[in-house]
């Protein structure tokens, strides 16, 4: 990171602006906002009750993480997707690529940049995820599973934004078709199971099987239910219905669509899941170079003929 100018020339404008500071103070404002109104009426409850329910504390952790992850689903595609296509509206990016970076340079500093700075709001919120470690049940161990999964979620929504930043030229439909994108990998894959269960149930309605009335026979979402390991979503299900000591992790979901919960994966679900989104983000980041090599050597070789 040290070597890419890219990056370093993002990171001296970041820390001289006043919008770096604007997007930590009311992404951990909306935060402690959040956790101290809930820890407030956790304390009147137990005033009133004059017992202590630990599990409202661990509901009371689950929402504070939940709300980050929603958080950075929202921020993450608006700082990438205007990350390329922003430079093409400056009328910078021409500048850029008759110099001796390379696409991937280019690339990969923009979004190391803006990886940065998520990165640091995740660190900055942690005091506020921090607080149930007042009262028990989660181990350093659990937030640092935590930090992997929100690490591994901003890698995987900014690779996309940092893709279509440098597929579109404009910086609206880039950010339009982020978004788009996101929301079909979370609910599109969601939807698509059930309608996968929804056939595998009609089926078996016209099967001998059912009308014999075998009690084996159960519908299933099949090998769609696998999709959910791009879902960052069900990962952060996984990882959260885990620290919260619900069993199995994603054995409702699994239950659910008819999935045996003994499967080999369904076993490893968080690490399958987070190494898969990183390797659909680092394949998103070879084709957003892709999109700008084309670009580059044309620049090269007219610089050459010159």
């Known amino acids: 990171m040290k070597q890419n100018p890219v990056y370093n020339r993002e990171m001296r404008v970041s820390s001289r602006s006043m ?47 939940s709300m980050e992850f929603i ?24 500048l850029m690529l008759t110099t001796r970076m390379s696409a991937g340079q280019i690339v990969t500093g923009k979004l190391l940049s803006a990886l940065s700075t998520l990165f640091l709001l995740i660190l900055s919120s942690f005091p506020a995820v921090a607080m149930v470690f007042v009262y028990g049940g989660i181990t350093w161990t659990d937030a640092f599973s935590l930090i992997l999964c929100y690490v591994t979620v ?29 929301t079909a990998v979370v609910a599109g894959t969601y939807f698509l199971n059930r309608f996968a269960l929804s056939v595998s149930g009609m089926d078996l309605q016209r099967s001998a099987a059912y009308v014999l009335g075998e009690s084996s026979a159960k519908a299933s979402s099949g090998g769609f239910f696998y999709l959910f390991l791009l879902n960052p979503a069900v990962t952060f299900m996984a990882v959260i219905g885990g620290q919260a000591g619900r069993g199995t992790p994603l054995a409702d979901i699994v239950s659910y669509f008819g999935i045996p919960e003994n499967g080999f994966i369904i076993k490893h679900w968080i690490g399958f899941s987070i190494l898969i989104q990183l390797a659909a983000g680092m394949a998103l980041i070879n084709r957003a170079i892709h999109f700008v090599e084309p670009i580059k050597h044309k620049k090269t070789s007219r610089k050459g003929k010159k």
């Open 19 to 65: 919008k770096l500071p604007l997007i930590i103070f009311l992404f951990n404002g909306i935060l402690f906002l959040v956790t101290l109104l809930n820890m407030y009426s956790v304390i009147m409850q137990v005033k009133a009750s004059a017992s202590i329910q630990y599990s409202s504390f661990m509901e009371l952790y689950e929402f504070v993480t």
């Open 71 to 94: 958080l950075l689903m929202f921020i993450v595609p608006a700082v990438t997707a205007s990350a390329i296509s922003g430079e093409r509206e400056r009328q910078t990016l021409d």
């Open 154 to 182: 901003a890698f995987f929504a900014g690779s996309i934004g940092i893709c279509f930043s440098a597929a579109f030229k404009r910086s609206t439909v880039s950010t339009v078709v982020t978004y788009g994108t996101l």
